[in-house]
Every structure is written in C-alpha cells, then in structure tokens.
C-alpha cells in the first residue's frame, strides 16, 4: 500500500521561505514521475511542480515558477520543494503524488498546511 507523509509546511511572512518533504513508500518511488499538487478549501487540486524519475527534468505551474524548486533523493524515497519568495496566494494544503499526467496513485497523505501572512 502506497504512502505518502508530507511536512515541513508552517506559518511564514510574505518573502520568506520553506521546505516541503514527502516520504515515500509502498510505491516503485525510483520509477515514478512525482509531484507536488496543493490545495485550497472550495477549490480544485492544482499540480504545482513535477519531476522525473531520474530528477533530471522538471515542471512548473506558471504562479510559482522562478520561486519555487522541486527535486528528489531517490535513496531517501523523498520528493522536497523549495518555496522562496512566497505570497499570500500560495497558502494551501500541499500534497505530493505521482504525476497525474503519468499516474495517480488514490490514495494520499494529510498534507502539509502552508500559510503566508501578508
């Protein structure tokens, strides 16, 4: 059974930073394609930033690009993303899953609630 747990999220100013982990398992982590999705009560799901098996392409959503990195380790079955320069609007509960244009796996974590005050 897939698992995902999802951290790092918090409470941070306009400008600031965070880091977002998600710990893998039960999955062939090494071979899918992830990526981070975040989500705001009343609102669709929205992917945010993908990456490749192998980490060496990635993709981002149009709002977060220039300011937010994802990457992997697959050693550690763990996807992060980077978020620098945040704004008001990125607050939501972020989730990591496969990448929905590959696979989705159906199940997922509690997410990580990011809030950025203005």
């Known amino acids: 059974q897939v698992q995902f747990v999802e951290s790092g999220g918090g409470l941070v100013q306009a400008g600031g930073s965070l880091r977002l982990s998600c710990a893998a398992s039960g999955s062939t982590f090494s071979g899918d394609a992830m990526a981070w999705y975040r989500q705001v009560p009343g609102k669709q799901r929205e992917l945010v930033a993908a990456i490749s098996s192998s980490g060496g392409l990635t993709r981002y959503a149009d709002s977060v690009k220039g300011r937010f990195t994802i990457s992997r380790d697959n050693a550690k079955n763990t996807v992060y993303l980077q978020m620098n320069s945040l704004k008001p609007e990125d607050t939501a509960v972020y989730y990591c899953?496969?990448?929905?244009?590959?696979?989705?796996?159906?199940?997922w974590g509690q997410g990580t609630q990011v809030t950025v005050s203005s």
């Open positions: 899953n496969a990448d929905q244009t590959v696979r989705l796996y159906d199940v």
